[in-house]
């Protein structure tokens, strides 16, 4: 029922992104289309490396400019150019001689070099901005969100797989017409992320043991995000490289049932996700589970059994995809930064962590038998434990889930500590007033707070008239700015200079 609300809420933004994302899994990123191009076997991995610096370039472009005009149109041209490149390409493969990509000649260099790095510079730029927009949805269904924008992705993918086998210049002509739906939504998106900054940004008290002096980003977040994902990359790479070219096959069914796996262990796992408000368990069982997969590489190798291991690779990349997008929006939030700024270090961190990957890989290339599995393990083993650890670290900045329950015990906890004067904004609402003001506090969208306290939109508007006179402000962001203030007074701590910017914004 729950996925129902949030397909009629969301259904439109994860569909443009679950449409791009099919063309990234199909073209640049897992090169299953790139068999439809001639010599793409022995220049698959110029490819690859093209399009990450692409996107890394991308992300550093997205960093460096401010919200404007330039940006706006860059954004809007992200998905066309994709578009554009792929067909493009389709037409080059389709019209040329093979004989002018057998070297690297001036047509292999464009198709091999220029193509990727097009595509990874446009699908960083959008990738930066949909990442706002999982910021803007809020937190209680972001796992659910990123779950079911996934098994739509998965859908767009198998339509691309199908056609692969009977027609891969089809294929690759499909995947570019996906494009057009991130391109179309766009406008509805652009709304969906102002409509969201007009109502307040979904600014978050810290839980009760940590105060905001307390959250400092580098040191609570990045540092064992960048741990935490570097790792799992390292190991990941070593053992994609054993376990995919051994089930590697004709047959059709094993790409789809690879993909469908990881769309279900994503959606099963967003549920959880946003029922215990546990971000950190996701990451934890993601490491588990490649590293369950890589121990039993000695023993299911001799006997031709890679595949449910296949499956199991494919499981644990889908946690961890889903940790990488809900963490960023859970911590931007909890940090009050700028979102956009915040999803483009992010994926630009993880963009260096699979080249660090495939670099560091080798370190992990002995043999599988004997001694060197021994050797082979404790590297392993080290490498999960500098995972592991960080990601436990997150923990204690774990974003609580913020019902009414929890906020009202945080605010009643303070209010001893308040002045006289202070004490007015608490005692001054009626016990609705506290409800709607609580859910406003954690974020909550006013379609969801009626949903939530079964309120109609004119009761919803009453109450917020009501808060808005009693508190002395005139919008909620002054709210939000105002109680945040509030709630760092009686810890003497200072807030956080930069919100009233992040505010404005």
């Not at 490289?241 to 469908?260: D, K, R, Y």
Request: hydrophobic letters at 55%.
């Amino acid at each position: 029922m729950g996925y129902i609300i949030i397909w009629k809420t969301h259904g439109k933004t994860a569909l443009a992104m679950a449409a791009f994302v099919a063309w990234l899994w199909s073209l640049p990123l897992f090169g299953i289309l790139q068999t439809a191009l001639p010599g793409a076997d022995e220049k698959m991995a110029a490819f690859n490396v093209a399009f990450w610096l692409g996107s890394a370039l991308g992300f550093l472009v997205t960093l460096s400019l401010r919200d404007g005009p330039l940006l706006g149109k860059l954004t809007a041209f992200a998905a066309p150019t994709a578009a554009v490149v792929t067909w493009l390409t389709t037409i080059l493969v389709w019209m040329l001689p093979a004989r002018l990509f057998s070297s690297w000649g001036g047509f292999t260099l464009g198709v091999f070099i220029l193509v990727p790095a097009i595509m990874g510079l446009a699908s960083a730029i959008y990738f930066t901005f949909w990442g706002t927009t999982i910021f803007y949805v809020s937190q209680d269904v972001r796992g659910r969100y990123m779950g079911m924008m996934v098994a739509a992705a998965s859908i767009f993918y198998a339509v691309i797989v199908l056609v692969l086998y009977a027609s891969p210049l089809w294929a690759l002509f499909i995947a570019g017409l996906f494009l057009l739906m991130p391109a179309l939504l766009l406008k509805e998106l652009y709304a969906f992320v102002a409509n969201s900054k007009k109502e307040g940004l979904p600014l978050t008290l810290p839980p009760p043991e940590i105060s905001y002096s307390d959250l400092k980003p580098w040191k609570a977040f990045w540092l064992p995000f960048s741990l935490t994902i570097c790792s799992f990359y390292i190991l990941s790479w070593a053992t994609h490289n054993v376990v995919f070219p051994a089930v590697q096959s004709e047959n059709i069914l094993i790409p789809l049932l690879g993909q469908s796996f990881y769309s279900l262990v994503a959606f099963f796992a967003g549920y959880l996700l946003d029922k215990q408000q546990e971000i950190e368990k996701i990451a934890l069982v993601g490491l588990i589970v490649l590293g369950c997969t890589f121990l039993l590489l000695p023993i299911a190798m001799p006997l031709g059994a890679l595949l449910p291991l296949y499956f199991l690779l494919e499981g644990s990349y889908g946690l961890i995809d889903l940790f990488l997008w809900v963490a960023l929006a859970y911590f931007c939030q909890l940090f009050a930064k700028n979102p956009r700024h915040f999803y483009a270090q992010g994926l630009l961190l993880n963009i260096l962590f699979v080249i660090a990957g495939i670099f560091l890989m080798p370190l992990l290339n002995l043999d599988i038998v004997g001694e060197g599995f021994f050797f082979l393990s404790l590297a392993a083993g080290v490498i999960l434990f500098v995972g592991i650890l960080p990601a436990i670290s997150l923990r204690k900045f774990r974003l609580t889930s913020h019902g009414t329950t929890e906020l009202f015990e945080l605010i009643e906890k303070q209010i001893g500590q308040m002045s006289q004067e202070e004490d007015f904004l608490i005692d001054a609402f009626t016990t609705k007033e506290k409800e709607v003001l609580f859910l406003m506090l954690a974020g909550v969208r006013n379609l969801e707070i009626t949903k939530r306290l079964e309120f109609s939109k004119n009761t919803l508007k009453t109450h917020i008239r009501h808060i808005y006179q009693k508190a002395g402000v005139r919008n909620r962001s002054e709210l939000l700015f105002k109680f945040a203030n509030l709630k760092s007074k009686p810890g003497k701590v200072k807030p956080h200079a930069h919100k009233s910017k992040v505010i404005q914004e």
